[in-house]
């Protein structure tokens, strides 16, 4: 993988193993030359990945709607920063600017684009690597909900197991690495996309 968005917190938390672990994975993306495409903040989770991957001479695109350039600070130091009209714009550039995508602590805002990355994994639209970093085990509820979604008939356990869950950055980097996507589903129209 040459690029890959990570989906985090716009605010810092009060976990300082994910604040540590933020950073150290923005100078992991840098060191094996993995462009970093983000939400262009200069705060938060996704402002501590973006540092770490500056302070390594690596790359980094940011993408923001221009509502919340009001709101967010915008990191000066990118690569290339990208300004949408709304978040769901900011979401497509995003998707088209990577090959893999990882979530990493964040709320709602990270939840939401995860969920919209693996629905869209799911139907058969893309085929790239979604992984979860659980630092320090903040997804495990997540994960824990996702299999009660399998036990109850709602999600598929392929689907689920099409998602890499790993606990350090290089676990998941290398299982993201050789990720195998599902086959396209029988019912996808390919005349149509």
């Known amino acids: 993988m040459k690029s890959i968005s990570v989906f985090c917190g716009s605010s810092e938390g009060n976990n300082k193993v994910i604040v ?3 950073y150290k994975l923005g100078s992991v993306l840098a ?3 993995i462009t970093l495409v983000y939400g262009a903040a200069k705060i938060g989770i996704m402002g ?3 540092q770490g991957t500056i ?5 980094t695109i940011g993408v923001i709607p221009n509502f919340l350039r009001t709101k967010e600070i915008v990191n000066n130091e990118l ?3 990208i300004i949408t009209q709304n978040m769901h714009d900011r979401k497509v550039i995003m998707y088209e600017k990577s090959e893999g995508f990882m979530i990493i602590p964040g709320g709602f805002g990270t939840m939401d684009e995860f969920f919209e990355i693996t629905t869209w994994g799911q139907l058969g639209l893309h085929t790239k690597p979604i992984g979860i970093l659980n630092v320090n085990g903040y997804y495990d509820s997540l994960i824990m909900q996702c299999k009660v979604m ?16 790993d606990s350090t950055i290089d676990g998941l980097l290398n299982k993201m690495n050789n990720y195998k996507p599902l086959p396209a589903p029988k019912w996808l129209n390919k005349e149509g996309l």
């Open 31 to 33: 060191n094996r030359d």
């Open 55 to 59: 302070d390594h001479k690596g790359r």
């Open 79 to 81: 690569t290339e920063l």
């Open 150 to 165: 399998v036990k109850q008939g709602f999600l598929k356990q392929e689907n689920l197991e099409a998602v890499v869950i």
């Open 20 to 22: 540590d672990t933020a």
């Open 48 to 50: 501590k990945v973006a």
